[in-house]
């Protein structure tokens, strides 16, 4: 554990000095790394995820998955030998979705093929907004273009985006992520992009509410434990919710430097972090 994270008097971590009823799990880069034929579990995530369970912790699984249905990572993962249902999976495709029903909306979705199954029936001719997510090879001018007009052409330009990452990792490659393509829309066009998964307070809120925690007890009850420092722990903890970085996935030496995020507490792996609840908490 990195400095500073440690009570001298009985070895307990910081981040546990304080009770914990919530647990928030980001998913690619904690449970699993994502690439290749399908990914690869992490070691031991499987067994600490089903350890949490049994002990009857309440938690939800927070990604910004937006390449598959919740259903597809539920199977995704399935594979991998975790047990997982729908429900306890909170991703922005769904959240997009229902802001787009309520407001009326008809989207101009530059998203991966894999996630428009979130978006079958919806209106999408004559856009008049546009949502953004992890299109990887679709991110081409034309289609950046045609989000611009938009935007451009609309008299209230509304832009959502499944996140705000800057990059993520696929295999043993770091890879651009939806981030900077947000921030060419959001230039280009003069607008402030919504985010609807990660790093938004919105997000988090809603995993809380999802397992019954008020916000006024969430410094109490709840800690994220993620691999992003910026969109899981950074995040969460602007919600007053504490954060713990792991070091696998995503992250990098350079995390601990960070200028402006300060995890609440660093674990090699979320085996680590479970084991460190189940003695502590």
């Known amino acids: 554990m ?5 009570r001298e008097e009985d070895g307990r971590p910081t981040w546990l000095c304080r009770k914990i009823h919530g647990i928030l799990l980001d998913i690619s880069g904690v449970l699993y790394n994502s690439g290749g034929d399908g990914g690869s579990t992490i070691p031991g995530s499987v067994e600490a995820v089903e350890k949490l369970k049994a002990a009857g912790y309440k938690v939800r699984f927070c ?8 259903q597809g990572l ?3 993962l399935g594979n991998l030998g975790f047990n997982l249902s729908a429900s306890e999976i909170l991703s922005p495709c769904p959240i997009g979705r229902k802001l787009i029903e309520e407001r009326k909306l008809r989207p101009y979705l530059l998203i991966h093929p894999s996630g428009l199954l979130e978006f079958n029936g919806l209106d999408c001719n004559e856009p008049n907004c546009v949502l953004i997510g992890g299109a990887e090879e679709l991110f081409t001018y034309e289609n950046m273009n045609g989000a611009f007009r938009v935007l451009l052409d609309s008299d209230d330009p509304v832009l959502m985006a499944t996140g705000y990452g800057r990059y ?3 295999g043993s490659d770091l890879k651009l992520d939806i981030g900077p393509f947000t921030k060419a829309l959001e230039f280009a066009c003069d607008v402030k992009a919504e985010i609807i998964g990660k ?3 919105s997000f988090f809120l809603g995993a809380l509410e999802d397992i019954n925690i008020s916000p006024e007890d969430v410094s109490i009850e ?8 910026v969109s899981d722990v950074g995040g969460a903890q602007a919600c007053n919710i504490r954060g713990v970085q792991v070091r696998t996935g995503k992250f990098r030496t350079q995390d601990e430097k960070h200028p402006t995020v300060k995890p609440d507490g660093y674990v090699d792996n979320l085996a680590a972090a479970v084991d460190l609840i189940l003695k502590y908490n």
């Not at 910004?64 to 919740?70: A, S």
């Not at 709840?222 to 420092?229: F, L, P, R, S």
């Open 168 to 170: 993520y990792k696929s």
């Open 222 to 229: 709840a800690v994220m434990i993620g691999d992003d420092i």
């Open 199 to 201: 790093p938004a307070a």
């Open 74 to 76: 539920v199977d995704k």
């Open 2 to 6: 990195a400095a500073g994270t440690i």
């Open 63 to 70: 990604t910004n998955e937006d390449q598959c249905t919740r």
